[in-house]
C-alpha cells in the first residue's frame, strides 16, 4: 500500500514534468494519469482500516545521512483525517481535467502540466508526516496556480493571480516561523532535557509530545497567532477572505474546481492538524474569538452572496459562508463538531466544486455569468438544469444529501458545545450557535434564487457568438459531473460509512483541546443522555467522558 | 614569506599569474574568446592546486587556512568560473583587460578568505576593488558607464579608507595586526577598559565601511545608480563578489578578533538588518529598470545575510545545527546563484549595443522564449524563497537560526529580540514577493511586444543553466550544503564561545606591547581540522 501511494502521489509530477505535445494527445494522458491516480486513491481507500494508526507510510531521511544538521524526514502516510482530503483531491483533479476538455485552446500542453503539478502538491499537502515537508508542499501549490489563474483567466487575471500570491504567501511565511517555533519549543523543553534533546519535525511525534509536555500556555497563543495567519488567509477566515472571490472568479473553471474544492480545505485542515492536535491550551483561550470570526463568515459571505450579479462570484461567496461552519465544527472541539466539520469539508468540495464546474459549462454556452442575461434555462438545456439542481440542493443542505449531514453535525456539535458550558461561559456561544443557523436559512435563499433567476421563467439567453444553439451537456459533461452526484447522494443517505473511517483520528485530534476546556468550564451536560442522541440514520456516537483510556480509542461499537 | 606560505597561497598566485599573462598578451592580440578561454583554463589549473591542500589546513604567518577558508576558496572559484563564462563577451572595449581584472577580483576574494592579519586583509580588499573600477570602466563606454565607474570609485576608496580607520584603532587597542593576537588581547581581563572602549569605535568604523561593500544601509544608495549605468555581468560581480568579502571581513574581525564586543555588534547588526530589509524590499517595489530592480533585491538580501551574522554573534558562534553562521553561508551561496543566474539570463536575452532594460520589455518572454523565462522564473522565484527551491532552505536556515537563539546577554534575554527579528524577516520576505513576481507576471501573462533579441551569447546562457541547476539541486538536496556551512562555526580558526572564559582564565596571552608590529607576535593560528 505504501508503495500504491507514493505512486499517486508522484505519478502526477512525472506527467508534468515529462508530458508535451499537442492539445489532442496531453488532454487524453493528462486524464488518463489522473484516473490512474483516482483509482490507486479508490484502492487506499477501500484498504484503510481505519483506527489511529497511520496507514501506508513511507519514513525516508530526505538530507544526507552523515552528520545532517537537522533530521527532516520524506515522511507520508495516510491517516482519518487526511483520507477524504485526499480522496477528494483526486477526485477533483479528474473533473478539472475534463472541465477544461475544450474551453483550453491557449498552450494546452503547459496548461495540463501544471494543472498535474498543482495535484501532486495539494496530494502531498494531505499526506505528509513532516513539518517542513507539508510547509514545501502547501506553499508549492501556489506556483502552479498562480501561473493557472494569470495565463488562462479572465480579464483581470494578473491582478488576481497576483493578489492571490501574494496573500496567501504573506501569511503562510509566518505559518513557517510558527511552524519552526513549535520544533524549536520542544526541543528546548525544559521537561525534555532528560529524556534527551530530540529535534524532530515529526508530526506524530511532535503532537505525541506536546501532549505530555505542552508548551507554555502564554507561548502558544502567540504561535496559534502566527500559524493562524497562514491558515486562516487560506480558509479564509471572515476578514482575511478578500482575495477569494477575486481569484476564484478571475481563475478559469479548472482553476476555480480545485481552488474551491481542495485548496480552501488546506487551511482547515492545517488548523485541525497543527493548531487542535498541537496547541490545545491556546485553541481553548481563543475559541470564543475564532467562533465569533467564524460566525461572521458565514453571515457576512451569505449576505454578500445574494448581493451578486455574477454566478460565480456568487458562488465564491457562499465558499465564504460554508467554510465559515467548516471553522464552527472545527472550533466546537468536541468529537461531533470537528466529525461533521472534515465531512462538511468534502461536502463543500463536492458541491462547490460541482457548481463553479457547471458555471464554466454555462459559460462555455453563452459567454457570460451574470444572473441578469440568463433565465429559463430548464426548458433549453433540461440536463444541465438538473445537474445544477442537485448540487444546489446538496450545497443548502437539504435532507438525504451530504451537505445536511455536514452541517447538521456542526450545528449539533456547536449546540453541544455552547449547552455544555457553564451559563456565564456558555452564553455568547449559545448565541453564536443560534445565529449560525441562520447561514443556513440564507444559504437557501441566495441558491434557491439563483436557481429560479437563472434556470425557471421565460427563456432569455444572451445572443450566441457563434449562430449554433447552444446543445445540452454532452457525454464528457455528464462523465464529469456524475460521479459527484453520486457520492452527493451516498454521503447523504450513508455518511456513516466515511465517518466511521475517520472517527478515530478525529478523537484523538481533538481530545486534548477538548480536554483543555472541559478544564476550565467544568458544567453539567444539558443535553439529554447521551444514548438518545442517535437520530434517524446518523447514529451520532456516545459521547464517552474524558479520561486517559478514551483517547485515540476506537469508539465502542454502535448501537445496532 | 615562507615556502609553506607560497605552496598554500599557489592558487591565488596562479591567478595572478595568467591575470598578468591576460594583460600582457592583450597588447598584442584582441581575440576575444581566447581570453574568457585563457581564464578559465587559469581558475581550473588554480582548482587543481587548491584541490592539492586536502582541506583546512594549518598555516603560520598571515594566513588562516580554516575551513572557512577552504570552502569560501572554492566558493571563490566556483562563481569566478561563472563570472568568466557570463563575461565572455564583453563590451567593445578591451576584452583581455576584462578577463585579466575578473581574475584579480577572484584571486583577491580569495585572499580574503585566507587572511589572518588586518594588512592583508586590507591588500585583498583592495585586491577585490581596484579592479572592479577597471571591469565597470570596460563594461560601458557610454556616458552614462563612466558615471557610475566614477560614483562607485569614489565611494568604495572612501569606504576602504574607514575601513582602514577602524584597523587603526583596532591595532591601537590590540597591539597587533594578526587577528589572533588580536583576539588574545582584547580577551584578557587585565586590559585597560579605557584602551579597550576604544575597540566601540574600531566596530563602528569598520561595520561602516564593510556596510558599503554588502550594500546595507546606509551605505547603500550606491548601488542602484552604479548597478543601472554598468553592464549586467558586472551588476553581477558586484552584487556577489564584493557582498562575499565583507561578510567574510566581518566574521573575521567581529567574531573572531573582537571578543567582548559581541554585546554591541549583534545589536548593530541586527539594526542594519532590519533597515536593509525594509529599505531594499520596499524601495524595490517602484523600480522598473531591472537593473534597479536587483540592485535593491541585493540590499534586500544583505539584510537577511545580516541576520545571520546577528545570530553568530549573539550566540558567541555557538556550533550545532541552525548555527547563525551557517545560516550566512548557506544564504550567502543561495543567493549568489540566483543573483548571478537572474543576471546571465538578462545578459543573454539582449543584443550586446542594446541591452534589456525595463521590466516591461521582458513582456510574453513565457512564450517566446521558454527556456529563458523558466530559468528567470526559477531564480526570482529562489529568491522569493518559494519552497523546494534554492532560496526557500536559505530562508529556512535564517529564520530558524534566528528562533533558535536562546539565552541572555548583559541586557537581558535576547529570545524576544531575535523572535521580532524573524517576524520582520518573513514580512520582509512577503513584501519582496510582491516585487519578484511582478517580473514573472509581466513574462508569462503579457502578450509579447517583440521577440528579445538572445544575442549574448552561449557564455552567459550557459552560465544561467549552471546557476539554475545550482538552485534545483540545492532546492531539493540541501543537505550537502547544509552539512558544510554547519561545519564553518566549528572550524572557524578559533576556540568557541564555550571555552572562551577559560581559554582566556587558563593561558593569559601575551601582553601586547603597543606599537609592536607583526613580527613582534608572530602567533600561530592552528586551524580545528575534525
Known amino acids: 500500500m505504501a508503495t500504491i501511494l507514493l505512486i499517486a502521489l508522484f505519478l502526477p509530477l512525472a506527467g508534468g514534468l515529462l508530458l508535451g505535445g499537442e492539445r489532442s494527445l496531453v488532454r487524453w494522458w493528462a486524464l488518463g494519469i489522473a484516473l490512474v491516480v483516482f483509482g490507486l486513491t479508490v484502492a487506499l481507500v477501500a484498504a484503510y482500516p481505519g483506527g489511529v494508526e497511520p496507514f501506508a507510510g513511507t519514513d525516508l531521511r530526505w538530507f544526507d545521512e552523515a552528520r545532517a544538521p537537522v533530521d527532516i524526514r520524506f515522511s507520508v502516510a495516510l491517516d482519518g483525517l487526511g483520507l477524504w482530503l485526499f480522496a477528494l483531491t483526486s477526485l477533483l483533479m479528474v473533473v478539472a481535467v475534463l472541465v477544461g476538455w475544450e474551453a483550453i485552446t491557449e498552450q494546452a500542453s503547459l496548461y495540463y502540466r501544471l494543472l498535474l503539478i498543482l495535484e501532486t502538491g495539494l496530494l502531498g499537502v494531505f499526506v505528509a508526516r513532516d513539518i517542513i515537508l507539508f510547509y514545501a508542499f502547501f506553499e508549492f501549490t501556489l506556483v502552479p496556480l498562480f501561473f493557472l489563474i494569470g495565463i488562462w483567466g479572465s480579464q483581470e487575471r494578473q491582478y488576481a493571480a497576483v493578489k492571490f500570491f501574494l496573500f496567501t504567501l504573506a501569511g503562510s511565511l509566518l505559518t513557517f516561523l510558527g511552524l519552526l517555533a513549535i520544533v524549536l519549543w520542544n526541543y528546548y523543553h525544559p521537561a525534555g532535557q532528560a529524556a534527551g534533546r530530540e529535534l524532530t519535525f515529526s508530526i506524530p511525534r511532535l503532537t505525541e509530545a506536546l501532549r505530555s509536555r505542552p508548551i507554555d500556555p502564554a507561548v502558544q497563543v502567540w504561535i496559534f497567532l502566527a500559524l493562524m495567519a497562514g491558515f486562516a488567509i487560506k480558509v479564509p477566515l471572515f476578514p482575511l477572505h478578500t482575495w477569494l472571490p477575486l481569484a476564484h472568479v478571475e481563475a478559469p473553471a479548472a482553476g476555480s474546481v480545485i481552488l474551491a474544492g481542495v485548496l480552501l480545505k488546506v487551511g482547515t485542515y492545517g488548523f485541525a492538524r497543527f493548531n487542535l492536535g498541537m496547541l490545545p491550551a491556546a485553541t481553548a483561550t481563543l475559541m470564543p474569538g475564532l467562533l465569533w470570526l467564524s460566525l461572521a463568515g458565514i453571515v457576512y459571505g451569505a449576505l454578500v452572496a445574494l448581493a451578486q450579479h455574477d454566478i460565480k462570484r456568487l458562488i465564491a461567496y457562499s465558499s465564504v459562508s460554508h467554510l465559515g461552519f467548516c471553522m464552527l465544527g472545527l472550533f466546537a472541539l468536541n468529537r461531533m463538531g470537528i466529525q461533521g466539520s472534515v465531512l462538511q469539508m468534502v461536502n463543500h468540495g463536492l458541491s462547490t466544486g460541482g457548481l463553479f464546474a457547471m458555471v464554466g459549462m454555462i459559460y462555455d454556452r453563452y459567454h457570460t455569468r451574470q444572473i441578469a442575461e440568463l433565465a429559463g434555462l430548464a426548458g433549453r438545456l433540461p440536463v444541465l438544469a438538473f445537474f445544477m439542481l442537485v448540487l444546489t440542493l446538496s450545497s443548502i443542505a437539504v435532507p438525504g444529501l451530504n451537505g445536511f449531514a455536514g452541517e447538521f453535525f456542526i450545528l449539533l456539535g456547536m449546540f453541544e458545545r455552547g449547552w455544555a458550558a457553564a451559563p456565564a461561559a456558555g452564553l455568547q456561544l449559545r448565541i453564536i450557535a443560534v445565529l449560525a443557523v441562520s447561514g443556513v436559512i440564507l444559504g437557501a435563499w441566495y441558491m434557491l434564487w439563483l436557481y429560479q433567476r437563472v434556470f425557471f421563467g421565460p427563456l432569455r439567453e444572451p445572443a450566441h457568438p457563434s449562430a449554433t444553439r447552444p446543445r445540452d451537456l454532452s457525454a464528457r459533461e455528464v462523465c464529469c459531473l456524475a460521479p459527484l452526484v453520486i457520492l452527493i447522494v451516498w454521503i447523504g443517505i450513508w455518511p456513516r460509512f466515511f465517518l466511521d473511517r475517520m472517527a478515530p483520528t478525529l478523537d484523538a485530534l481533538v481530545a486534548p483541546a477538548s480536554r483543555a476546556i472541559g478544564d476550565r468550564v467544568a458544567a453539567p451536560a444539558i443535553l439529554p443522555s447521551a444514548e438518545s442522541r442517535g437520530v434517524g440514520f446518523f447514529q451520532v456516537y456516545p459521547e464517552k467522558p474524558p479520561g486517559p483510556q478514551s483517547r485515540g480509542v476506537v469508539p465502542e461499537p454502535y448501537p445496532p | ?530
Not at chain 2, 599569474?17 to 594583460?23: N, R, S
Not at chain 2, 569605535?201 to 556596510?211: E, I
Not at chain 2, 502578450?447 to 549552471?466: E, H, I, K
Request: hydrophobic content about 55%; proline content about 6%; some cysteine.
Open chain 2, 1 to 530: 614569506m615562507t615556502t609553506l606560505t607560497v605552496q598554500m597561497l599557489m592558487p591565488e598566485i596562479v591567478l595572478i599569474a595568467v591575470a598578468v599573462a591576460i594583460y600582457l598578451g592583450g597588447a598584442f592580440s584582441a581575440a576575444r574568446w581566447a581570453w574568457s578561454w585563457l581564464a578559465a583554463a587559469g581558475i581550473a589549473v588554480a582548482a587543481v592546486a587548491l584541490w592539492a591542500q586536502h582541506g583546512p589546513a594549518t598555516a603560520g604567518g598571515p594566513l588562516l587556512l580554516d575551513g572557512l577558508a577552504w570552502r569560501g576558496r572554492w566558493f571563490a572559484l566556483g562563481f569566478g568560473l561563472l563570472f568568466v563564462l557570463l563575461g565572455s563577451r564583453p563590451a567593445p572595449l578591451g576584452a583581455a583587460e576584462y578577463a585579466g581584472s575578473l581574475l584579480l577580483t577572484v584571486a583577491g576574494l580569495m585572499l580574503v578568505f585566507d587572511a589572518g592579519n588586518l594588512v592583508l586583509l586590507f591588500v585583498a580588499l583592495e585586491l577585490i576593488s581596484i579592479p572592479t573600477y577597471v571591469l565597470l570602466y570596460l563594461g560601458r563606454g557610454d556616458a552614462q558607464g563612466q558615471e557610475s565607474t566614477a560614483k562607485y570609485f569614489f565611494l568604495s576608496v572612501l569606504s576602504s579608507a574607514i575601513v582602514l580607520y577602524g584597523f587603526s584603532f583596532l591595532y591601537g587597542v590590540g597591539g597587533s595586526t594578526q587577528l589572533a593576537a588580536l583576539r588574545a588581547a582584547l580577551a584578557d581581563p587585565a586590559a585597560p577598559t579605557a584602551l579597550r572602549a576604544f575597540s566601540k569605535v574600531a566596530v563602528a568604523f569598520m561595520l561602516g565601511g564593510l556596510c558599503f561593500r554588502i550594500t546595507a544601509v546606509p551605505f547603500h544608495f550606491y548601488a542602484p545608480d552604479v548597478y543601472q549605468g554598468t553592464s549586467y555581468p558586472n551588476a553581477a560581480l558586484l552584487s556577489v563578489i564584493p557582498k562575499a568579502a565583507g561578510f567574510v571581513v566581518l566574521v573575521r574581525l567581529l567574531l573572531v578578533a573582537m571578543p567582548g564586543m559581541e554585546f554591541y555588534a549583534w545589536r548593530a547588526a541586527a539594526v542594519i538588518a532590519v533597515l536593509s530589509m525594509t529599505t531594499g524590499n520596499v524601495l524595490a517595489l517602484w523600480q522598473d529598470d531591472l537593473r534597479r530592480l536587483l540592485a535593491y533585491s541585493s540590499i534586500a538580501h544583505a539584510g537577511y545575510m545580516l541576520m545571520g551574522l546577528a545570530v553568530a554573534l549573539a550566540t558567541g558562534n555557538a556550533s550545532g545545527s541552525w548555527n547563525g553562521l551557517a545560516a550566512l553561508g548557506f544564504y550567502l551561496v543561495v543567493y549568489a546563484a540566483a543573483t548571478l543566474g537572474a543576471f546571465a539570463v538578462l545578459e543573454h536575452l539582449g543584443r550586446p549595443p542594446r541591452r534589456l532594460e525595463g521590466v516591461e520589455e521582458l513582456a510574453g518572454l513565457g512564450r517566446t522564449r521558454p527556456l529563458a523565462a523558466a530559468l528567470m522564473a526559477v531564480f526570482l522565484l529562489s529568491l522569493t524563497g518559494v519552497p523546494l527551491l534554492g532560496g526557500f532552505w536559505g530562508k529556512f536556515w535564517v529564520f530558524g537560526s534566528a528562533l533558535n537563539v536562546e539565552g541572555a546577554d548583559a541586557a537581558g534575554s535576547m529570545q524576544p529580540w531575535f523572535t521580532a527579528l524573524a517576524i520582520l524577516g518573513v514580512l520582509n520576505a512577503a513584501v519582496g514577493a510582491a516585487y519578484y513576481l511582478r517580473v514573472v507576471a509581466v513574462m508569462y501573462f503579457r502578450t509579447p511586444l517583440a521577440t528579445p533579441q538572445a544575442q549574448g551569447g552561449r557564455g552567459p546562457w550557459w552560465a544561467a543553466v549552471a546557476c539554475g541547476l545550482v538552485v534545483l539541486l540545492i532546492g531539493f538536496f540541501p543537505g550537502p550544503l547544509m552539512r558544510e556551512t554547519n561545519q564553518l562555526s566549528g572550524q572557524l580558526a578559533t576556540a568557541s564561545a564555550a571555552d572562551r572564559p577559560a581559554e582566556a582564565q587558563k593561558k593569559p596571552p601575551p601582553q601586547p606591547a603597543p606599537g609592536s608590529g607583526v613580527t613582534a607576535h608572530p602567533a600561530t593560528v592552528s586551524a580545528r581540522v575534525p
